[in-house]
């Protein structure tokens, strides 16, 4: 049964639902039909099977993360801590691919759904705070590959078996259409998961991931992929990267509006549960974290669709991209700021989906301007770095600052990008290349 105070959170899930669906029509009804093959479409099917098992599941014990800690007695400091080794795992993890290249790329993604199983399973030693720690550190190792994995083995996947280019795009669109899919399913599922007891998504998350395992082990095709040590290629292209940076200022200026943009998004990313849940406590209510964590995720892939949309419509003008851009870094600033001056649940739940909003068309917007401003060469070491820089950034805020206070620090972070963007950016200088854009960059 869905206790009152909680209908208008299931309200905004469904009216953000049907929204996904109106925008999913409208993005296929632009879409050109694709004639296919018998061989592809099997192929096409298993591994969207797959990465939709991982997204699905990935999905929940996001949204559950807070509330299954609290319900392990776990104070905020100590949650805080646990969410900083994560992001700190991810990011060093993807630094550490970047050296050494182990095992095939299929062998990387079983083994991202295995990580984030054992991660689950560890959470049923909850007693032990150590344990946890170790749980999070593998499931921050889990994500990386998570993020990398996937697409680099479609994209292998794709060119050696002799699939025409345009199928690729063709995965990919369908990628998007199906992350919308298990973040609709990830808002039921694990709320009634959750209503079982508060190890019921962290069970569930752990029997599916394994199940996913399972899946790709057996019915992916392997790909040749021998272990690779590359510290002095990595260590060549850092040295050329700085030497860019420090040369080139349009680019340095669009890794600082990078960071301090993907910074707020990591602090929000954590920050919406603990918020939420303690102005609902001053009520004396219960949040549904699971609906509300979907409905953040699908106003996300609503605002990317209606990006997808715009771009169509305009023709993809670098000006009306960086007008965009722009545009969305200043409302994202202003929602932030609302949210820490109005602390009512119900803007709460406005602020935060207004904000995914927004921040489902930052990707795309900065992978486009990334397309433009970077050799290709230098695109993962300029990534690498910009990572570094925003996991800095997030862990000295999250250790200093505290509470709603957090959502101002979002405000200036996103407030200083949009500066930086109009007074330092020039987009006339930029060479503007149809086919070497990287707009469809996106990030979990």
């Not at 095709?221 to 040369?247: C, H, I, Q, Y």
């Not at 771009?311 to 200043?330: D, H, M, R, V, Y």
């Not at 700021?337 to 109005?342: E, H, R, T, W």
């Amino acid at each position: 049964m869905i206790e009152q105070s909680q209908t208008t959170y299931y309200i905004a899930y469904a009216f953000i639902c049907v929204a996904v669906g109106l925008a999913y029509l409208k993005f296929k009804s632009t879409e050109g039909a694709v004639i296919t093959t018998k061989e592809f479409q099997v192929f096409q099917s298993g591994f969207l099977t797959g990465y939709s098992l991982v997204m699905l599941c990935e999905l929940i014990a996001a949204a559950s993360f807070y509330h299954t800690l609290i319900s392990m007695h776990l104070d905020l400091a100590q949650i805080t801590q646990l969410y900083i080794v994560t992001i700190t795992a991810t990011t060093l993890t993807g630094v550490a691919t970047e050296i050494v290249d182990f095992g095939s790329r299929k062998d990387k993604c079983v083994l991202s759904a295995l990580l984030y199983s054992i991660s689950m399973f560890s959470l049923f030693f909850g007693g032990h705070f150590e344990m946890l720690l170790i749980g999070r550190l593998v499931y921050g190792a889990a994500a990386s590959l998570h993020q990398t994995s996937f697409e680099t083995y479609a994209i292998h996947e794709h060119t050696s078996l002799g699939f025409p280019e345009d199928w690729l795009g063709h995965t990919f669109t369908l990628l998007t259409h199906c992350m919308a899919l298990m973040a609709a399913l990830s808002g039921v599922l694990g709320q009634v998961a959750a209503s079982t007891g508060h190890m019921g998504c962290p069970a569930l998350c752990c029997a599916v991931f394994a199940l996913s395992t399972l899946y790709m082990a057996v019915s992916w095709e392997k790909d040749l992929n021998s272990p690779r040590f590359m510290l002095s290629g990595f260590l060549a292209n850092l040295n050329n990267t700085v030497s860019t940076l420090r040369s080139n200022r349009q680019t340095l200026v669009f890794v600082c509006i990078s960071a301090l943009s993907e910074s707020s998004i990591l602090i929000f990313s954590f920050y919406w549960a603990p918020w939420m849940s303690l102005l609902a406590q001053e009520k004396d209510q219960h949040v549904p974290y699971e609906i509300v964590f979907a409905s953040l995720m699908l106003a996300s892939l609503l605002g990317n669709y209606l990006f997808q949309l715009f771009c169509k419509g305009s023709g993809a003008l670098l000006g009306s991209t960086e007008n965009t851009f722009q545009t969305l870094l200043i409302c994202t600033s202003a929602c932030f700021l609302l949210g820490a001056v109005f602390q009512t649940s119900g803007f709460a739940l406005l602020v935060s989906v207004l904000v995914q909003l927004c921040v489902g068309g930052y990707w795309p917007c900065v992978g486009y301007f990334r397309g433009r401003l970077l050799l290709h060469e230098q695109r993962n070491t300029v990534i690498l770095i910009t990572k570094m820089i925003t996991l800095t950034v997030t862990v000295v805020t999250l250790n200093l600052v505290h509470h709603s206070p957090l959502l101002a620090v979002c405000a200036v972070y996103t407030g200083a990008a949009a500066y930086m963007l109009s007074t330092y950016m020039d987009t006339k200088s930029m060479q503007i290349d149809d086919g070497d854009d990287d707009s469809s960059d996106e990030e979990n």
